[in-house]
T-cell receptor
Framework: DTGVSQDPRHKITKRGQNVTFRCDPISEHNRLYWYRQTLGQGPEFLTYFQNEAQLEKSRLLSDRFSAERPKGSFSTLEIQRTEQGDSAMYLC????????????FGPGTRLTVL | QQPVQSPQAVILREGEDAVINCSSSKALYSVHWYRQKHGEAPVFLMILLKGGEQKGHEKISASFNEKKQQSSLYLTASQLSYSGTYFCGTDGTGGFKTIFGAGTRLFVKA
């Protein structure tokens, strides 16, 4: 399977702990996106990369969130000092070069903060 | 600015048609449409770009009115498999940041 993969699929953590999620995009895609989705809502934009450059980050994100894509391939999203309000599905998507195009979504990482 | 979708929910019988609308308070460069089934990731349906480029999907089509800053998704002769939540995603800058609406829940019954 050559789709977008995310790891882990589920994460349960206690409030105050740090968590890190990984996303492996489709190999030839140069753009990578992170979204957060809560029940009954659409995906909420967090950030996106073009190759290794983080081009935009949502102002909704606090300093507790950080994302990297060190070699322009896989990406990690870290949440520090988790809060119960961080509980959500974290989705990663990738898209190919060129004009705005289809985003291929991964299966997501479901985070539960107790 | 999050686009506004309407209706919030719709129930159809198999074979009926539906229209889902997406409007923005800002000028739009592109509009994406996705469908998400319960417990699954969103799946791309189509994208419409300023200037008229459009990609289609089966019996589902869409329009993009740049002046009115609106897009509509048309589902014709609905099938049970069309059930799910439909999201529009918009970009007003010509870049690649996509802001999604809250979704329209579509249920098709036999």
């Amino acid at each position: 399977d050559t789709g977008v993969s995310q790891d882990p699929r589920h994460k349960i953590t206690k409030r105050g702990q740090n968590v890190t999620f990984r996303c492996d995009p489709i190999s030839e895609h140069n753009r990578l996106y992170w979204y957060r989705q809560t029940l009954g809502q659409g995906p909420e934009f967090l950030t996106y990369f073009q190759n290794e450059a983080q081009l935009e980050k949502s102002r909704l994100l606090s300093d507790r969130f950080s994302a990297e894509r060190p070699k322009g391939s896989f990406s990690t999203l870290e949440i520090q000092r988790t809060e119960q309000g961080d509980s959500a599905m974290y989705l990663c998507a990738s898209s190919p070069k060129g004009l705005p195009n289809e985003q291929f979504f991964g299966p997501g990482t479901r985070l539960t903060v107790l | 600015q999050q686009p506004v979708q309407s209706p919030q929910a719709v129930i159809l019988r198999e074979g009926e048609d539906a229209v889902i609308n997406c409007s923005s308070s800002k000028a739009l460069y592109s509009v994406h449409w996705y469908r998400q089934k319960h417990g699954e990731a969103p799946v791309f349906l189509m994208i419409l770009l300023k200037g008229g480029e459009q990609k289609g999907h089966e019996k589902i089509s869409a329009s993009f009115n740049e002046k009115k800053q609106q897009s509509s998704l048309y589902l014709t002769a609905s099938q049970l498999s069309y059930s799910g939540t439909y999201f529009c995603g918009t970009d007003g800058t010509g870049g690649f940041k996509t802001i999604f609406g809250a979704g329209t829940r579509l249920f098709v019954k036999a």
